[in-house]
């Protein structure tokens, strides 16, 4: 099945708006790699791994200080910056940096795998102004043991689900990484996500990078892959009428790649790589990114050398203007209009495509 004219359209206008906004750049989102610490050791890891382990945490001081040389170009009310690792709650003063954040006006949220995330800490986090926070779990008790490498993984993070589940003044989801073991049971994991209390449900599917290059028990057939996107679908379709504690339950794919006849119907938005467009990254090591999946050679400058404003407005060519990437696979591609080379993060260091969603649904 091809693309409908609805979604020609769609994809049209789509297209003209993703290039007037690399041209303008606004910044929308800035990811803070604030530590390289993780308890887990997830086999999905998508680390760059070329980063040692033993990197000390970015100081509080010196994200403010970008923060700050930020502040006089944007609407803070505009810029949701949002702590990632590793695991972002190993860092005690994360109630300390969001304080500050909030006291600026500026947003923030949290992607944990919610091992920490007891009351204590949701309600000092609350305190210090979170807006939102993400939780990972990947399946029941066995699956998500099996993936995360933790005997406790599962009874913690469902913990930390319940306890979010209770609240009224924080906006919250639950992320999932689909493979092999957990796919066969996603509707019922569904239904126990809707028992938990989950407003959102975000399903993502692993890509070859960092720990999961070498690992195919992670990795998705095509059939597979097709049937995700079907049960997204089906549940975009049927689930209108479901709630939760507080809201509507959601169910969406991730961001990443094109999907061709999918897309509107598996997320609510258009496919646009957005990595150096409006979204942005500081690295544990100063590094400025944009997504903090794209490979590290994809860096633009570093906090500790450039100024963070002038490589935001002057660089990152490379994700503003994907000309570069219509090559080898892409090179004759009858979407390249829409997709301009799929998502930047499943290129490797040495700029190939690894990964390429529309031809896993065309087979």
């Keep these: 099945m091809g693309l409908s004219l609805r979604q020609k359209v769609g994809l ?17 989102t800035l990811f803070w790699e604030c530590t390289l610490r993780c308890n887990m050791s997830c086999r999905h890891c998508g680390s760059d791994c070329k980063v040692q382990p033993d990197v000390k945490d970015m100081p509080a001081a ?11 170009h944007v609407d803070t009310h505009k810029v949701f910056i949002i702590f990632t690792g590793g695991e972002a709650l190993l860092r005690p003063d994360l109630e300390e940096v969001g304080l500050e954040l ?57 913990a930390a689900i319940r306890l979010l589940a209770q609240q009224k003044d924080i906006l919250w989801d639950v992320v999932t990484c689909v493979n092999p073991r957990n796919y066969p049971h996603l509707k019922e994991f569904r239904e126990y996500l809707v028992s938990l209390g989950v407003p959102a449900w975000r399903l993502f599917s692993i890509f070859p990078m960092g720990r999961a290059a070498g690992n195919p028990e992670l990795q998705f ?15 975009r379709d049927n689930d209108s ?24 119907k598996v997320r609510d938005h258009l496919f646009h790589c957005r990595s150096g467009v409006d979204v942005a990254s500081i690295r ?17 400058g570093n906090i500790y050398k450039d100024d963070f404003w002038d490589v935001w407005e002057n660089r990152f060519q490379v994700m503003r203007d994907r000309s570069w990437a219509r090559k080898d696979q892409c090179a004759t591609c009858k979407v390249w209009r829409y997709c301009e080379g799929s998502g930047l993060h499943l290129y490797d260091d040495e700029g190939r495509l690894l990964t390429c969603h529309y031809n896993r649904l065309k087979k």
Aim: with cysteine; proline share 3%.
């Design 221 to 235: 057939s095509d059939e597979q892959f097709r049937g995700l996107l079907d049960f997204i679908k089906e549940c």
């Design 62 to 72: 010196d994200f403010l200080r970008v923060i700050d040389s930020i502040t006089p």
């Design 102 to 158: 909030y006291r600026r006006e500026y947003p923030w949220g949290v992607v944990t795998n919610g091992f920490l995330l007891d009351e204590r800490r949701l309600q000092s986090l609350m305190a210090s102004g979170m807006h939102s926070i993400t939780v990972s779990l990947d399946g029941f008790e066995e699956q998500h043991n099996w993936i995360r490498r933790h005997p406790q993984s599962f009874e913690k993070a469902t």
């Design 241 to 264: 009428s479901l709630t939760t504690h507080h809201s509507s339950f959601t169910v969406s794919y991730a961001c990443e790649g094109f999907l061709g006849e999918y897309e509107q």
């Design 284 to 300: 544990c090591d100063g590094a400025i990114s944009g997504c903090t999946s794209v490979r590290s050679h994809m860096d633009q």
């Design 12 to 28: 049209e206008l789509q297209r003209s708006l993703r290039h007037n906004e690399a041209q303008l750049h606004p910044l929308r």
